[in-house]
Structures are given as structure tokens and as C-alpha cells.
């Protein structure tokens, strides 16, 4: 049984960091991304990341604050969220997809989502 589970979300000042975590279990796949969605709006992309090698995609908005890694041995990938602003207030989850070639911002592209982690950052 596949599961993606969150961690690490919670309340930051602006200028802040968090470290979101997803632990997968299951089964491994070739790509897992960070989307989220804020209230009254749909969900978004953020970030993606090739389990093999690594490569990685973001959104234009948290190029260069935020940054996706992952832990093989663990079966963890992380998202680290520096220089946070109200407007990363938002519900993280965690996404994985089994479709190889480019990192896909789809969100219909991945199978399996956790459960969210709340992020909110105050001004």
C-alpha cells in the first residue's frame, strides 16, 4: 500500500524557514512533487524532483528560496522553505508520479498525494 505521509508544517514569521518532509512507503517512484493550495484558490505547483539523479523543477515564485531534495536510504524527499512570505500560506502536499520524462507541474499527472501539512506564514 502506497503512502505519502507530510511533516515539518506549522506557523513562521515572514523571513522565516520551515523544512517540510514525505515519507514514502510502498513503493518507489520516478518523480515526487510539492504542490500547494491556499484558500478560495486551486491547487499549485512548487516544486519536483526525479528520484534517480535528481533533477529538479520550481515555480518561478520560489526559485531561489525554496529548495526539493530527497533521501534515498530514507525514502524521504524534503522540501526547505527559506525567506517565507504570507503568500507561501498555504496547504503542502506531497505527490508522486510514476511518468518519466520532463518533471510534469500537472497535477493530474501524479497518482498518489498525501495528506497535507498547513504552512502559514504571518506578516
Known amino acids: 500500500q502506497v503512502q505519502l505521509v507530510e511533516s515539518g508544517g506549522g506557523l513562521v514569521q515572514a523571513g522565516g524557514s520551515l523544512r517540510l518532509s514525505c515519507a514514502a512507503s510502498?513503493?518507489?517512484?520516478?518523480?515526487y512533487a510539492w504542490f500547494r493550495q491556499a484558500p478560495g484558490k486551486e491547487r499549485e505547483f512548487v516544486a519536483a524532483?526525479?528520484?534517480?539523479?535528481?533533477?529538479?523543477r520550481y515555480t518561478d515564485s520560489v526559485k531561489g528560496r525554496f529548495t526539493i531534495s530527497r533521501d534515498n536510504a530514507k525514502n524521504t524527499v524534503y522540501l526547505q522553505m527559506n525567506s517565507l512570505k504570507p503568500e507561501d500560506t498555504a496547504v503542502y502536499y506531497c505527490?508522486?508520479?510514476?511518468?518519466?520524462?520532463?518533471?510534469?507541474?500537472?497535477?493530474?499527472?501524479?497518482?498518489?498525494w498525501g495528506q497535507g501539512t498547513q504552512v502559514t506564514v504571518s506578516s
Open positions: 510502498g513503493r518507489t517512484f520516478s518523480t
Open positions: 524532483i526525479r528520484w534517480t539523479g535528481g533533477s529538479a
Open positions: 505527490a508522486s508520479s510514476s511518468r518519466f520524462g520532463d518533471l510534469s507541474d500537472d497535477s493530474d499527472e501524479y497518482n498518489y
